[in-house]
T-cell receptor, first 112, second 112 residues
Framework: GESVGLHLPTLSVQEGDNSIINCAYS??????FIWYKQESGKGPQFIID?????DKRQGQRVTVLLNKTVKHLSLQIAATQPGDSAVYFC???????????FGAGTRLFVKA | GAGVSQSPSNKVTEKGKDVELRCDPI?????LYWYRQRLGQGLEFLIY????????KSGLPSDRFSAERTGESVSTLTIQRTQQEDSAVYLC??????????FGSGTRLTVV
């Protein structure tokens, strides 16, 4: 079936560096994409979203890039902090956001 | 309440017993979702409710799983005759129209 996957299962970065987490999706009909952050013992937390009519969206210290040609999504975190350590999930939807399929997740480790 | 509330937070049950997991969504959120997350893995879609529409049950893994929602409020996920492979964290989320979900902290189910 359709799936959302990630290129790297784990990512280790130095505090202060920029982080880039990548994601590939396979459903060309997907029109809404979201990144979530999940800390240990908690539910996923919404970070940022992007619709298919955009290729870039910026938030506070985070940027999401969407390349529909190659069905690729990335999350960039500027000046990574220890509090950014978590598992990051990309997610996609083609039903207006009401049925979202999640990828397997990437664990981000931030070294002090 | 201010967030999505799930109860119990932890549940240990014997194989073959039935369990009920409860979710209280954010007031006013029309959509409610259940996901399952096995240890170290991504989120597996189970079911979603949207307003008065028929629920999308396409993710329920077997007929031992069922879910109900009362209007636009509380939802209960029931697992009958639990098996060890049902052990996971069950996450509930709600949303208002298109947008990111707000997740609860989940119910950790352990079947022994």
């Amino acid at each position: 079936g359709e799936s959302v996957g990630l290129h790297l299962p784990t990512l280790s970065v130095q505090e202060g560096d920029n982080s880039i987490i990548n994601c590939a999706y396979s459903n060309s009909a997907s029109d809404y994409f979201i990144w979530y952050k999940q800390e240990s013992g908690k539910g996923p937390q919404f970070i940022i979203d992007i619709r298919s009519n955009m290729d870039k969206r910026q938030g506070q210290r985070v940027t999401v890039l969407l390349n529909k040609t190659v069905k690729h999504l990335s999350l960039q975190i500027a000046a990574t902090q220890p509090g950014d350590s978590a598992v990051y999930f990309c997610a996609e939807s083609d039903t207006g956001g009401f049925k979202t399929i999640f990828g397997a997740g990437t664990r981000l480790f931030v070294k002090a | 309440g201010a967030g999505v509330s799930q109860s119990p937070s932890n549940k240990v049950t014997e194989k073959g017993k039935d369990v009920e997991l409860r979710c209280d969504p954010i007031s006013g959120h029309t959509a409610l979702y259940w996901y399952r997350q096995r240890l170290g893995q991504g989120l597996e879609f189970l079911i979603y409710f949207q307003g008065n529409s028929a629920p999308d049950k396409s993710g329920l893994p077997s007929d031992r799983f069922s879910a109900e929602r009362t209007g636009e409020s509380v939802s209960t996920l029931t697992i009958q005759r639990t098996q060890q492979e049902d052990s996971a964290v069950y996450l509930c989320a709600s949303s208002f129209d298109l947008g990111g979900y707000t997740f609860g902290s989940g119910t950790r189910l352990t079947v022994v």
